[in-house]
């Protein structure tokens, strides 16, 4: 076994139970090094220290509602007060109102809800939901993209994440990316790929998934013509088109959802994270009437103990709530357009940045030691899911100034709960024009 780092004297009695008995995801647990946190209040939070940080990235892209959405709080507590858990076959107002209020605001008929409680078990329940409805069975994912930990949702995944997990479950094919800054196909170029992907493994094919926007893999924003003419592609091809909304949705690009950017509704939608402002863990599947109707009768062979469980429910009924009651869509697009501007002074500024890019308050920083040749930084070999270590080191400076900011695969991810204000966000932008210090100077130069 690797020798454990002593555990320093200078870490909380919280931290040192944490790293000895919990484990650390997506991690060399040799490396878990975590920091206890003791609250937070609106885009703010604050560590067992007492030091205070900025949400840049809303934790895990998931806390639109920011910290202290006392609305969801409250109606979590009455609900687990008033009756806690119900089985799924019991009706409890909390699920019923929620799948009335998800039919409202996702596009075009999307209307039928399967509940779970996570975005890893939304995928899954779509892969299965789309192999039952079309009798097939392959799934067309991409590369850059993620769409969970277990078994169906991590075959799909094309980051290094699904490495250790392969080969995965059959059927799980990968096609390139919309990447224009980093790929050598042109994203609309890539899209005849998948034409003629689909065409070539001729009627087998039950859906092409993809986020609309990619999230976890770099925030990348497709050209506006291309999530169209990709339903088109499936459709063609006889296969569903689902969009992973899981990290998009819920406002984080100034829509409700990403494929609202494109005009575009899905066969069927995945959604977690900002569904319950991350205030409990509720995972949703929405569906057409025509896929709806397929179950009347077909087996729907698939459910949780937890699907709909009426806690998770009551917290995505107030927050959904919260996002209309506080017009938070349209600020996220307001202030997202500010953010944009800044992050478009920052790149500017510091030769490291090679790109900025996304929409609302869903952006990314793509860092490079050489902006000709457009080269990361880093090795891929010695890590799962990022790609080098000095992207770990700006936000470790960025930490240092105040700002949490998630990163991965050489990108910053900039994800802020959406009552972020303008001040919080030049607050935040000085603090990553010091950080970024860091990656000018390790450049090739
Ligand atoms: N899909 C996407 C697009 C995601 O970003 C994530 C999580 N980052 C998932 C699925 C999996 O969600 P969860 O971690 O809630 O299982």
Redesign the pocket.
């Known amino acids: 076994m690797a020798e454990e780092p002593p555990l320093s004297e200078e870490r909380s009695e919280v931290e040192r139970l944490d790293k000895k008995y919990v484990f650390g995801t997506w991690s060399f647990q040799s490396e878990v090094d975590p920091t206890e946190v003791v609250g937070g209040e609106g885009v703010r939070f604050t560590d067992g220290s007492g030091d205070e940080f900025i949400d840049f990235s809303g934790q ?2 998931c806390s639109n509602l920011g910290h202290s959405a006392d609305a969801v709080a409250d109606a979590i507590a009455k609900q687990a007060q008033e009756g806690a858990y119900f089985a799924p076959g019991f009706a409890t107002e909390a699920r019923a109102r929620l799948g009335e209020k998800l039919a409202e605001v996702t596009p075009g008929t999307l209307s039928k809800t399967f509940f779970s409680t ?3 078990e939304a ?1 899954e329940a779509a892969i299965k939901i789309a192999r039952m409805y079309t009798g097939k069975q392959k799934i067309v994912s991409r590369y850059r993209s ?4 277990t078994a169906g ?1 991590i075959s799909v995944t094309g980051d290094p994440r699904r490495l250790k997990a392969e080969p995965g479950i059959p059927g799980a094919i990968k096609a390139p990316d919309p990447y224009a800054y980093g790929s050598t196909l042109d994203p609309m170029e890539s899209l005849e790929y998948i034409d003629e992907m689909l065409m070539l493994e001729g009627d087998t094919v039950a859906a092409i998934l993809v ?1 609309p926007i990619v ?2 893999n770099g925030i990348l924003v497709p050209p506006e013509e291309y999530l169209p003419r990709l339903k088109e592609i499936a459709h063609d091809h006889g296969a569903l088109l689902i969009c ?1 909304e ?2 998009a949705g819920f406002g984080r690009t100034g829509e409700w959802f990403g494929c609202d950017v494109f005009d575009v509704t899905p066969d069927i939608m ?1 959604m ?2 900002g569904l319950s402002g991350a205030y409990a863990p509720l ?1 949703a599947t929405i569906v057409t009437p025509e896929i709806a109707d397929h179950f009347e009768d077909e087996l729907f062979c698939h459910g949780h103990t937890y699907a709909g469980h009426p806690v998770a429910c009551a917290a995505g009924l107030a927050a959904v709530e919260t996002y209309q009651e506080e017009n938070l869509i349209d600020h996220a697009s307001e202030v997202g357009d500010s953010l944009g501007d800044r992050l478009e002074e920052l790149a500017d500024a510091h030769p490291s940045v090679g790109d900025t890019r996304g929409v609302g308050l869903f952006r990314g920083i793509e860092l490079t030691r050489d902006p000709d040749e457009r080269v990361p930084f880093g090795e891929r070999e010695d890590k799962i899911s990022t790609g080098s270590t000095v992207v770990d080191d700006v936000a470790a400076a960025a930490a240092d100034e105040g700002v949490y900011v998630a990163n991965m695969i050489n990108t910053l991810i900039i994800a802020p709960p959406l009552p972020i204000t303008e001040p919080d966000i030049d607050e935040a932008v000085a603090a990553l024009d010091t950080a970024l210090e860091v990656s000018d100077a390790a450049m090739d130069r």
Request: hydrophobic share 35%; net charge negative; aromatic share 4%.
């Open positions: 895990l892209m996570s975005g890893t995928v993620y769409h969970g930990a949702s986020e999230g976890s992973d899981v990290m995945t977690a994270k995972g």
